[in-house]
């Protein structure tokens, strides 16, 4: 039987993909062309802080290595390539009144020009971790807020500025952007009448336009990823950079029970601040879209007893809730108020319309599914208690590398429907992975099969699939984590999440089978149509 494109539906022509990375767990270099440090280099240097005490002096070498990494994403067929920018290399002393430095500009535009000649869609992230360490010693960093929302505003404008303007090389670019420029400066002359809603009004036409060019490869901006590692694995477990904890076993300084949520609400601030500083100023003329990234798994309860059904949903108020509900609702939830008391920060009124919309997406990072219970003294969790075992005993999946990760396809899709249920904008998944089991340990030519993951991956490409065709979710994009093995902080290089494999030796670059399955699952599943309900119908002959 002939097959002039198949019945099964597809992902919409503009749909997304691609790999995605983070500059210290990939550039190395840390010291060359003016980097400052940043709190992970001072971090990874304490004893017993990160296994093996590795650190990111060399990661991937991506820093030096960056035309060939390039290559290898063009040969891969990806349409966006998610990256971030390590602030210390653009200012390194970090602060609004420090100087510039010309060389970490010079790196990150070759990356983005690299990738624009490529036709690969730019998706930065402004803040992956990194903070210059400057910024925790001068001030305290995240856990002062008048300082650090200045001066992370004060980067991301250095940002906008410098890598903003590439929407001018999209094929439709040159007209689109001479339009703009001539409406605004019309607009301009006669900006009595003009009220900034019109302005907006203006700004989403022309995103709505830019949007729908064909492959329009026009940056995207996230500001943060993972407010919740930030805080919790920063300020609270102190298990991540800067490592302050109220556990003295584990740091000298440090209180669990209040820095956390400063600086998570900090966090939310310096995010809301530099996405108004976007709209403002830059949106109209650079077009985009701009928003967060969070991590959160999906929970499901242990088993049907109400408190431990509560649970479930204690541990998505805790891990996704405590960001999403503010920016996308505006407020904080309800079971942290309550939890926290006069611990969690207020918004002001002015703070508080700052923030509420602050992200035209949601970005999720996500990477399994835990069963839970009520109990246990954990705050960070929601006072539930994790667990993969199933009360009969068995397993939900495929255990992984970390004890934190097994597969579990249903609970991806279970977790798409409850945000876009809940939240209702168009989800872009930027961070998705799987780190196969001892596979440091195996020969090369037993790593490269690594059949755990591309289980793990064809499970969740399918399960995203159904999300989109069946349930109606608004899924937009889909970067597995991550393009190389890297940097897995604490977890050091023993812990690989790559689909291409890093000989740390050599390092050369071995795609792995996951590589190879991914490609070829969205060569054959992005369809040619803009949105399957423009598409004429498709009969199988
Ligand atoms: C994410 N957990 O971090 C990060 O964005 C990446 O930089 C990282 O390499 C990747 O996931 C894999 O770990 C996480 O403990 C770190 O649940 C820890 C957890 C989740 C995400």
């Known amino acids: 039987m002939a097959d ?52 990111g002096d060399v990661a991937t070498d991506s820093y030096r290595l960056w035309r060939e990494d390039l ?39 070759n990356i983005i020009n690299g990738l624009l000649e490529y036709g690969i869609t730019p998706f930065v992230t402004l803040y992956h971790w990194d903070l210059p360490q ?120 440090g209180d669990s029970t209040t820095e956390p949520w400063i600086v998570g609400h900090n966090v939310i601030l310096s995010h809301a601040n530099a996405v108004e500083l976007y709209r403002r100023d830059y949106k109209l003329l650079q077009g985009g879209v701009i928003g967060i990234t969070l991590n959160g798994d999906w929970a499901m309860p242990y088993d049907n007893s109400p408190e431990n059904v509560a649970s479930a949903q204690h541990t998505l108020d805790l891990a996704i809730g405590w960001f999403a509900d503010p920016i996308y609702l505006g407020y904080y939830p309800a079971y942290m108020k309550e939890m926290l008391g006069a611990r969690l920060p207020m918004f002001s009124d002015a703070e508080l319309a700052l923030v ?88 090369l030519d037993r790593a490269l099969q690594d059949s755990d993951r591309v289980e793990y991956f064809q499970g969740n490409c399918e399960a995203l699939l159904a999300a989109v065709n069946e349930d109606g979710v608004d899924i937009r994009a889909y970067f597995p984590w991550s393009f190389l093995d890297n940097f897995e902080w604490a977890d050091g290089y023993q812990t690989r999440f790559g689909v291409t494999y890093v000989d740390y030796e050599t390092q050369k670059r071995y795609p792995k089978a996951s590589a190879k399955f991914l490609t070829k699952w969205f060569k054959d599943n992005i369809g040619l149509f803009s949105t399957l309900n423009e598409a004429p119908i498709r009969k199988a002959v």
């Open 4 to 55: 002039i494109g198949s019945t099964t539906p597809k992902l919409s022509k503009d749909f997304l993909w691609g790999f995605a990375t983070a500059s210290f767990q990939v550039e190395g270099s840390t010291d060359v062309d003016g980097r400052g440090k940043s709190i992970w280099d001072d971090f990874s240097r304490i004893p017993g802080k990160t296994l093996d005490g590795r650190n």
């Open 356 to 443: 509420q919309g602050s992200s035209d997406f949601y970005g999720m990072n996500t990477y399994t599914t835990n069963l839970t219970k009520a109990g246990g003294d954990d705050e960070f969790q929601g006072h539930a208690e994790y667990t993969f075992t199933r009360p009969d005993g068995t397993q939900l999946g495929t255990q992984a590398h970390c004890a934190w990760l097994q597969t579990y396809p249903d609970g991806f899709r279970a977790l798409l429907n409850y945000l876009w249920a809940r939240y209702k904008k168009p989800i872009y998944v930027t961070e998705n992975g799987f780190a196969v089991k001892d596979e440091n340990a195996m020969p």
């Open 134 to 253: 400057e910024l925790h010693d001068r001030y305290g960093g995240w856990l002062n807020k008048d300082e650090i929302v200045k001066d992370f505003t004060n980067y991301s404008r250095v940002c906008f500025e410098a890598f903003g303007d590439r929407v001018k090389y999209c094929p439709l670019g040159p007209t689109l952007w001479y339009i703009q420029t001539l409406t605004i400066s019309f607009l301009s002359r006669l900006s009595q009448e003009c009220t900034e809603q019109c302005l907006t009004k203006l700004a989403f036409l022309f995103d709505c336009f830019s949007y729908h060019l064909p492959s329009s490869p026009f940056l995207i901006r996230l500001t943060m990823n993972e407010p919740w590692c930030i805080s919790i694995l920063g300020y609270g477990r102190g298990v991540f950079a800067p490592g302050r904890s109220s556990d003295r076993l584990r740091s000298p300084e």
């Open 71 to 109: 290559s290898l994403l063009k040969e891969y067929g990806i349409k966006s390539y998610r990256f971030s920018i390590a602030w210390s290399r653009i200012i390194p002393l970090g602060g609004r009144l420090d100087p510039v430095n010309p060389k970490g500009i010079e790196f990150y535009n």
